[in-house]
């Protein structure tokens, strides 16, 4: 589906606060409440939207360590695999497969540097682990929203 203007435009203003009324999104995007609904309601029918949440900050919750924890598999697991087993583990809140040595790169968050480790214990006990290799973080130096607060974003374009 290709996005025009305005529907980038009423994605950014859902991005940047999913609650706003449509009213309040239409007064943003020179529309009237019914015809971003309308948009809105196409954008979920298409997939454009997949859904609306909650953005929790993880400290709330208690964990406030985080992880990056490369998997290096056994022969050829296919990435359906691993993301089905990392899956199961609450703690891992993206992985993705990536190029280099590397066949998946996880990222975790827990509530101390024995919870990451302990996390990172069950991950490797999978029968398809050979090994991983973990970095913590220390501080985050950049964590930028998708998009920006001028709705200017590279992913939209």
């Given at each position: 589906?290709?996005?025009?203007?305005l529907?980038?435009?009423i994605?950014g203003?859902?991005?940047?606060?999913a609650?706003a009324?449509y009213?309040?999104i239409?007064?943003?995007?020179?529309?009237?409440?019914?015809?971003v609904?309308r948009?809105?309601?196409r954008?979920?029918?298409?997939?454009?939207?997949?859904?609306?949440t909650a953005?929790?900050e993880?400290a709330?919750?208690?964990?406030?360590?985080?992880a990056?924890?490369?998997?290096?598999?056994a022969?050829?697991?296919?990435?359906?695999?691993?993301g089905?087993?990392v899956?199961?583990?609450?703690?891992?809140?993206?992985?993705?497969?990536i190029?280099?040595?590397?066949?998946?790169l996880?990222?975790i968050?827990a509530?101390?540097v024995?919870?990451?480790?302990?996390?990172?214990?069950?991950?490797a006990?999978?029968?398809?682990?050979?090994?991983?290799k973990?970095?913590i973080?220390?501080?985050?130096?950049?964590?930028?929203?998708?998009?920006?607060?001028?709705?200017?974003?590279?992913?939209?374009?």
């Amino acid at each position: 589906m290709e996005l025009d203007r305005l529907d980038r435009d009423i994605i950014g203003a859902l991005v940047e606060d999913a609650r706003a009324t449509y009213a309040e999104i239409g007064q943003r995007v020179g529309l009237s409440a019914s015809a971003v609904k309308r948009r809105v309601d196409r954008l979920r029918e298409t997939g454009a939207i997949t859904g609306f949440t909650a953005r929790v900050e993880p400290a709330a919750l208690g964990w406030t360590t985080e992880a990056y924890v490369e998997l290096f598999c056994a022969g050829k697991t296919s990435p359906a695999e691993i993301g089905v087993a990392v899956a199961r583990h609450p703690e891992v809140v993206s992985a993705c497969t990536i190029t280099g040595e590397a066949d998946a790169l996880l990222h975790i968050r827990a509530t101390d540097v024995r919870h990451v480790e302990r996390v990172i214990e069950r991950i490797a006990a999978e029968p398809f682990v050979v090994r991983t290799k973990s970095s913590i973080v220390l501080s985050r130096l950049i964590d930028a929203p998708l998009i920006t607060p001028r709705n200017e974003s590279p992913f939209l374009a």
